[in-house]
């Protein structure tokens, strides 16, 4: 997510992933092939007070998602854990499962909808999440110079989400305006994610893209979210983001650096399977990637996944010939 800079509107440069579900459900509705995608993340806190009251200064997280189209919708499955228990991000230790449908009802216009249960362990305590959420997306097309301009918008978390968790052990007893005995209900229940995003500049060897969007996370905070997303020869994207959450600045803990993602594409050939032949896969593309962003003053959060999508997308029209035509 950090490396593909992702929207409510699909990327400033659209590009979904079985992650994207998270932003919006509706976005997979236009993935032709099957998507495997693996990806893990390293939180390192750089507070030396964190040996003195956790088992350490590191938590890490770590995704497996599958993207699945058929004729009637795609099917998108994502199973996510996150091991956090340091002082700067004491969210705990939980695993997520979330299962979603998505459909194109026009050719500009797709819905979606997933559900997801988490679980939650550790020193934090340990409770459960149940949810569902809901996505529709836009393709308004072009207009003037901004080029595939795109909406999208979310209602996520409509259910149970982690209310009862306790924070890390020992954090109660350091002096941080963040600190509380318990953790308020997380993620924010009922959040509304607006999104828009535009290709501004495209030629032969680079295209530029923007987005912006807007979330209001319980109806109790304001956050927005930038992004800028540079392509080069079809295959070498460059990600940034920027956030800028209120709630988080009114307590001052907030954090304007931007993140940095960096990824790669490349066609990969497996002819000798007879697995893979027998599915339409012989060739196939893989994206590795890359990332870092400072989520907040001690924590930085390092990322690196690999995204198979199988077979090649049929990017050409069928021929339609009438009786008598040769």
């Known amino acids: 997510l950090i490396t593909g800079a992702n929207s409510a509107a699909g990327g400033a440069l659209f590009g979904v992933t ?72 004491p969210v705990g230790d939980s695993i997520n499962f979330t299962a979603g449908v998505s459909k194109d009802i026009t050719d500009q216009v797709s819905v979606g909808i997933t559900a997801d249960f988490g679980y939650l362990f550790g020193e934090a305590g340990s409770d459960w999440s149940l949810g569902a959420n809901l996505g ?59 999104g828009v995003a535009a290709t501004f500049l495209s030629t032969d060897i680079m295209k530029l893209g923007l987005s912006l969007d807007a979330s209001y996370p319980a109806f109790q905070d304001f956050v927005l979210d930038a992004g800028v997303q540079i392509q080069l020869w079809d295959f070498l994207k460059i990600s940034s983001s920027w956030e800028y959450d209120v709630l988080e600045a009114s307590r001052k803990a907030e954090n304007f650096m931007p993140s940095v993602g960096v990824s790669f594409r490349f066609n990969f050939n497996s002819k000798k399977s ?13 994206t590795v990637s890359g990332a870092w962003k400072q989520l907040y003053k001690n924590v930085n959060a390092i990322s690196g996944g690999a995204v198979m999508e199988l077979g090649l997308a049929d990017t050409k029209a069928p021929e339609i010939k009438l009786w008598g035509e040769k």
């Open 18 to 89: 079985p992650a994207s579900v998270v932003n919006n459900p509706a976005l997979t509705a236009w993935q032709q092939r099957s998507v495997l995608d693996v990806a893990a993340t390293a939180l390192v806190s750089s507070n030396g007070d964190d040996k003195d009251y956790t088992d350490g200064s590191m938590g890490s997280a770590w995704e497996i998602g599958l993207m699945i189209p058929s004729r009637w919708c795609v099917s998108t499955l994502l199973f996510q854990g996150i091991w956090s228990e340091f002082i700067d991000m």
């Open 136 to 194: 529709a997306y836009y393709n308004f097309g072009d207009w003037k110079f901004m080029k595939d301009i795109r909406f999208g918008a979310s209602l996520m978390n409509l259910g149970k989400t982690y209310t009862d968790s306790k924070v890390a052990k020992g954090v109660d007893q350091v002096e941080d305006p963040l600190s509380n005995a318990k953790v308020d209900a997380w993620p924010g229940i009922a959040t509304l994610k607006t």
């Open 274 to 286: 007879e697995f893979m032949k027998n599915h339409g896969w012989e060739e196939s593309e893989i």
